[in-house]
């Protein structure tokens, strides 16, 4: 199947700066990625639907200021956690959909963030 | 939100095969229904998915009622390496994926 990555594989950022986590489609253009957050013992919630060359939409109760969505290019999407705050600790996971494939996505391996 | 329920936990002795069940009731005509996997503090991994017909591969199979208000994931032969949580999804016409509370699979020696 198709592979995604993720960078940073963990983080940890003191309380107030700034995180940037990238999400890469290795062996496929990706006009559309996903970004999940997903607590301990929790399932995934979707965040926000990123698209290539248009701006992110994100679900309800997400705040599109503190989590900025970047898809620059066909293989890249970043997510930025601004002003990190404790409970902004999580594990970010993204996903990419292969449009050359079915609708099935593939999931990175996850950003384990803390914040201090 | 998630359009689908499934049992918190199940237990499946090594070798013998792993009937997870999913009820989505709501699901509509031109859904699909998708299964995933997760290993601890992995990202997801695709299982298989399907429409109206039952599906194979070599991972798994995938039984839809004839109502498509129900289905069920068969793991033909769990080993020890398929303990993990499974998730049921049904994907909406946006193709987004609202994942429920899964299934956690225990398979016992």
């Known amino acids: 199947g198709a592979v995604v990555s993720q960078h940073p594989s963990w983080v940890i950022c003191k309380s107030g700066t700034s995180v940037k986590i990238e999400c890469r489609s290795l062996d496929f253009q990706a006009t559309t990625m996903f970004w999940y957050r997903q607590f301990p013992k929790q399932s995934l919630m979707l965040m926000a639907t990123s698209n290539e060359g248009s701006k992110a939409t994100y679900e309800q109760g997400v705040e599109k200021d503190k989590f900025l969505i970047n898809h620059a290019s066909l293989t890249l999407s970043t997510l930025t956690v601004t002003s990190a705050h404790p409970e902004d600790s999580s594990f970010y996971i993204c996903?990419?959909?292969?449009?050359?494939?079915?609708?099935?996505?593939?999931f990175g391996p996850g950003t384990r963030l803390t914040v201090t | 939100d998630a359009k689908t329920t499934q049992p918190p936990s199940m237990d499946c002795a090594e070798g013998r095969a792993a009937n997870l069940p999913c009820n989505h009731s709501?699901?509509?005509?031109?859904?699909?229904v998708y299964w995933y996997r997760q290993i601890h503090s992995q990202g997801p991994q695709y299982i298989i998915h399907?429409?109206?017909n039952n599906e194979t591969n070599e991972m798994a199979s995938l039984i839809i009622t004839e109502d498509r208000k129900s289905s069920t994931l068969i793991l033909p032969h769990a080993t020890l390496r398929d303990t993990a949580v499974y998730y049921c999804?049904?994907?909406?016409?946006?193709?987004?994926?609202?994942f429920g509370s899964g299934t956690k699979l225990n398979v016992k020696p």
């Open positions: 999804i049904v994907r909406d016409n946006f193709n987004k994926f609202y």
């Open positions: 399907g429409l109206k």
């Open positions: 709501t699901i509509s005509g031109n859904e699909y």
């Open positions: 996903s990419a959909r292969d449009p050359g494939g079915g609708y099935e996505q593939y």
